[in-house]
């Protein structure tokens, strides 16, 4: 072999022992699966601070109304008892439950023979969604005399109810029934009779066996430390039995009045009338007409004392009649 061949021969084995050391090009290397990396634990996020607290038993607020639901709106929030009166309605948005007591003599004649004594139990019971309630009254009387007119009568028994459109004192509507549960006898009508000043505005209850149908509107006002009374009613008799067929069976009542709250105590003024529509009255529009005035002191609260006086300011009794009044009830939500 030439010596040129030689050379040929040793550079070509020297290349490809070269070529042997190198690593292979990226396009020639086979792919090797890449180990698996282990799984990150990571822990769980804390939990969110609560954004709402359970408030405790007793606590939680009333739900949402909705219009549709058949439970109705809540209630309104209690209302503080408002003070009471003598001789006008005692209906208000307060539960009351009671009696009024009253004393009677007529001047110029001698306590024994025109001395009357006058009770009457009373009450109303309010729903408790306060749209309106349930009353009852009956008085009893008993006349003193020293011969035989001495006699103890009761009145006519009413029942009723009311609606109160606020849920407040504020208006008032009243419907109801007199009974005619009163005493006809003459000793025991007459007691009954001569007792009609006390309450003008129930006057109806003092009639001898008659049915009445009374309805009435009233008004509550408050301001400060005044307040406020007003009423308007209808009463139609509707069974007179004892009674003439000429004598008055429908009346009207308007009354109103006014108090002061002052420390501890109530003060009240209160005018009560009466018209006769209808019958056989004397003529004139006085003779339609009565009228008393009263004066009071109650205690405010739940417990309500009450002394007073009532007054006739028509011409017949003026200055004759003297009633003095005391009474007690317990009112508020109980």
Not at 37 to 62: I, L, M, N, T
Not at 94 to 121: C, H, K, M, Y
Not at 222 to 234: E, P, S, Y
């Amino acid at each position: 072999m030439s010596r040129r061949a030689s050379w040929g021969v040793a550079v070509a084995a020297c290349a490809v022992a070269w070529s042997l050391t190198l690593p292979a090009p990226a396009w020639a290397r086979k792919s090797t699966p890449k180990p698996a990396p282990k799984e990150v634990q990571q822990e769980p996020p804390p939990d969110p601070p609560p954004s709402f607290v359970a408030p405790p038993p007793g606590y939680e607020p009333p739900p949402p109304f909705s219009p549709g639901e058949a439970s109705g709106p809540p209630p309104p929030p209690y209302e503080e008892p408002l003070p009471a009166f003598m001789t006008l309605d005692r209906i208000d948005a307060n539960t009351r439950v009671g009696f009024a007591a009253g004393w009677q003599t007529i001047d110029n004649v001698s306590v024994g023979d025109a001395s009357l004594a006058r009770v009457e139990p009373f009450g109303h019971f309010v729903f408790p969604n306060r749209a309106g309630g349930l009353y009852g009254r009956v008085p009893f009387v008993h006349r003193f005399a020293s011969n035989a007119d001495d006699a103890t009568a009761m009145g006519n028994l009413e029942l009723g109810g009311f609606f109160l459109p606020t849920r407040k004192s504020e208006w008032i509507l009243r419907a109801g029934i007199a009974a005619g549960t009163a005493s006809e006898s003459a000793p025991r009508a007459a007691a009954n009779f001569d007792s009609r000043f006390e309450r003008l505005t129930d006057y109806v209850l003092v009639l001898p066996r008659t049915t009445t149908l009374r309805l009435s509107g009233s008004t509550i006002q408050q301001w400060d430390k005044i307040f406020l009374r007003a009423d308007l009613g209808l009463d139609t008799v509707l069974d007179k039995p004892s009674m003439p067929a000429n004598a008055t069976s429908v009346f009207g009542r308007g009354n109103v009045a006014v108090g002061l709250r002052a420390t501890g105590v109530d003060f009240t003024l209160e005018i009560a009338n009466l018209a006769a529509f209808n019958g056989d009255t004397p003529s004139g529009l006085a003779g339609h007409l009565l009228h008393t005035a009263a004066i009071s002191v109650r205690t405010p609260g739940v417990d309500q004392f009450h002394f007073g006086m009532v007054f006739p300011l028509d011409n017949a009794a003026r200055g004759e009649v003297w009633i003095l009044s005391l009474g007690y009830q317990r009112a508020g939500d109980f």
